[in-house]
């Protein structure tokens, strides 16, 4: 798998290495109370520890080739992440996950960094699906996979537990031969 992209002349993907923890640890906490409203691993990343800890489960996934968390980096600055949550190479589906320091949100660094993401998961890994899982609360999150041509697949009540609260999800998902279709006017 790719582990750096430059996406335009001052943003750059790279996957997230045990180096960059003090780096992705800042970005949670300056952020930390948007960034775990709906993400339930936020609250178990507290210290330089429990960030070497999270990038190393998914490094040893990602070893396995069944997942890849990149660090968005914008000017050099960490700005947030990216990730194939999961990937399916049996199903040839896979699972696309987002955060962003508040500093960048609202100027389009995760939709430009998803699409290429949604093309890599097509054109390089072989994908025929890809899904985004979102709080059915999380209208910035769900924004994502709507502006991308995605579409809504499924509703899940009760979907998970996050601080003692039951949250409902909405699973989008977008396929191989919609993505062909409409790219690259939609994506
Ligand atoms: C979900 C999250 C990543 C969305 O961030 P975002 O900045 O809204 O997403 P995008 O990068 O796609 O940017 C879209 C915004 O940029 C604007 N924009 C500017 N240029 C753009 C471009 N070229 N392309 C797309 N959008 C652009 C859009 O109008 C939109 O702004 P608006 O909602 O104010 O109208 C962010 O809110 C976040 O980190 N939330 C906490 C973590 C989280 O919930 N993760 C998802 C779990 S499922």
């Known amino acids: 798998m790719i582990n750096r992209i430059n996406l335009d002349k001052d943003t750059e993907l790279r996957l997230l290495t045990i180096q960059d923890a003090p780096a992705f640890l800042a ?39 069944e997942h890849m968390t990149l660090g968005i980096w914008k000017s050099g600055t960490p700005a947030g992440g990216v990730m194939y949550r999961s990937i399916d190479h049996e199903k040839h589906e896979c699972e696309i996950g987002y955060w962003l320091d508040d500093a960048y949100v609202g100027v389009g660094l995760i939709s430009t960094a998803c699409r290429w993401m949604i093309r890599y998961a097509f054109n390089g890994l072989g994908m025929d699906h890809i899904v985004i899982q979102c709080a059915a609360k999380n209208k910035r999150s769900r924004a994502l996979p709507e502006r991308l041509g995605f579409a809504l697949e499924h509703f899940l009540k009760d979907d998970f537990v996050h601080r003692g609260i039951n949250h409902d999800s909405v699973l989008y998902g977008l396929w191989r031969s919609d993505y062909l279709a409409t790219t690259p006017s939609v994506v």
């Not at 691993?41 to 396995?64: E, G, P």
């Open 27 to 65: 970005v949670i906490n300056h952020s930390r109370t948007n960034i775990s409203e709906f993400l339930p691993w936020v609250d178990r990343v507290n210290s330089l520890a429990d960030a070497h800890s999270w990038i190393q489960l998914r490094l040893d996934k990602h070893a396995l080739g």
